[in-house]
């Protein structure tokens, strides 16, 4: 089963293939997908009472369709896998959305595997696009050849449970495969565009390679209840544990699984300083040489050295930055953590767009307050929403910048199905519904200034 994923997958993952009908695909059957519907008000009586109420009202209506257009809702069907359900929810900000994503839950002989991710594009949304279509396939591939490789060494044929290759075998193999589709997408593509004369043969091949994109990874295995979190970039993974106390009430804890990658990071800053002895101002805040990450796909100018820079100037290339002197200063490889997880456990991957708005006890409360409220089959509001400090979880500091910008406090509710869109709603406005509607209604490009492109993920794992 393992060589059968293995030798399917890892032709699914050649530049510029899309994930088509074979290969993982045929998985699928462990889940089923459903739109799920949501309960909208109904209509005032009498029209010349309400005017102005339902002026209000089809306004509202619009936003939630806008919110709810890219929403999607898995429930997985198998309870061996482990997991029980997840959503996914996107708006865009720039044009075309520079987002992606992308999960499934696979069948193995001795577990499920489930894979989670979102993918942050900048300059441009090839890269993101490029990663979602092979990034998965890519790792599960991968890992289906390093438990083939670890059965045989060690003779191991129908042993169940199935032995595991160690931690650190399998992280080596997702940092591995991270660092091989980059080199995919930065570096194998030079041999086609320097045999070529042709200006638009080599800008589209090396398209994902000027943009750029973050991803964040989750890989669970049912077996061993282990949750790993591969991270390059900017995006984040954090955790909420339910936690009920002697009077019978819930509330949530909170674990940051991966740390932004960027100058606010120390680990980071001393990694580039390390690597380019003598280069100065590296760093500036959180800005990394003017950038708001240290870790990315794509981003090929921050990683070809100059002499390819040069020579891709008569291919329509552009002049290499002034501060770049001895490049890469960027790399793929993700940094990797590891989290048994325990029935009832919620995970959220999101862009870095959610989290300039909510702090991850806000986006887990968010969560924990869905889950409380979805189970009465229609939305749940409160007279001026719910103050930061209702969240069934204890409150940290509050670093986040655009309700600040937006001169607006929170206030927070619940109307969506999705839980992942009911975050996203929350991020921009909640139950402020005229500014959830004022920031929908700016444009493309103006509209960066004052919120990002956003994807949400939340994964339940099985309270069993």
């Known amino acids: ?15 510029g293939l899309a994930l088509g009908t074979s290969g993982v695909f045929y998985c699928l059957h462990t889940t089923r997908i459903l739109h799920l519907d949501v309960q909208e008000p109904s209509l005032p009586t009498s029209l010349n009472d309400h005017e102005k109420d339902i002026k209000l009202l089809l306004s509202q209506l619009s936003n939630s369709n806008r919110l709810r257009e890219r929403e999607q809702s898995t429930i997985v069907e198998d309870k061996a896998s482990g997991i029980a359900r997840y959503d996914v929810s996107q708006i865009s900000s720039n044009f075309p959305c520079e987002d992606d994503h992308g999960g499934i839950v696979v069948p ?39 438990y083939s490789q670890y059965l045989r060494d060690h003779d191991i044929d129908g042993a169940e449970p199935f032995p595991c290759p160690s931690p650190e075998v399998i992280d080596k193999t997702l940092k591995d495969t991270f660092l091989r589709l980059d080199d995919d997408i930065v570096n194998a593509p030079l041999e086609r565009v320097f045999s070529s004369p042709s200006r638009e043969a080599a800008i589209r091949l090396l398209t994902p390679a000027y943009a750029g994109s973050c991803a964040i990874l989750g890989f669970y295995d049912s077996q061993t209840r282990l949750l ?15 936690t009920v106390d002697d009077s019978g009430k819930v509330t949530y804890a909170v674990q940051v699984l991966s740390h932004d990658q960027n100058g606010d990071n120390e680990s980071e800053v001393s990694r580039l300083y390390a690597e380019h002895p003598g280069e100065a101002d590296l760093t500036k805040g959180n800005r990394v040489m003017g950038w708001g990450l240290s870790r990315a796909f794509g981003d090929a100018r921050m990683k070809w050295s100059l002499i390819i820079q ?26 990797i953590t590891t989290t048994e997880i325990k029935p009832g456990d919620i995970l959220i991957l999101a862009s870095d767009g959610l989290w300039e708005c909510l702090t991850n006890e806000e986006a887990v409360g968010l969560a924990g307050l869905w889950t409380t409220s979805n189970g009465n089959k229609r939305p749940l509001n409160s007279e001026g929403g719910y103050a930061p400090e209702d969240l069934p979880v204890i409150l940290g500091n509050d670093t986040t910048t655009r309700y600040s910008q937006w001169r607006a406090p929170k206030k927070f509710t619940v109307a969506d199905s999705n839980a992942a869109t009911h975050l996203i709603r929350n991020a921009i406005g909640g139950a402020d519904t005229d500014l959830t509607a004022a920031l929908l209604s700016i444009n493309s490009p103006r509209s960066r200034s004052y919120v990002d492109d956003i994807t949400a993920m939340v994964v339940f794992f099985d309270d069993e």
């Open 108 to 146: 193995t002989p001795s577990s499920h595997w489930s894979f989670f991710a979102v993918f942050d594009g900048h300059n441009g949304w090839e890269t993101s696009r490029w990663l979602s279509q092979n990034l998965i396939p890519a790792v599960i591939g991968a890992l289906a050849d390093t």
């Open 228 to 242: 790993r979190i591969a991270l390059t970039g900017d995006s984040r993974a954090v955790l909420g544990r339910r």
């Open 1 to 15: 089963m393992f060589r059968l994923l293995s030798r399917r997958l890892t032709q699914r993952t050649k530049l």
């Open 310 to 335: 040069d020579r891709l100037l008569q291919y329509l290339g552009r002049t290499p930055y002034k501060n770049v002197l001895t490049p890469p200063y960027f790399t793929a490889e993700p940094v």
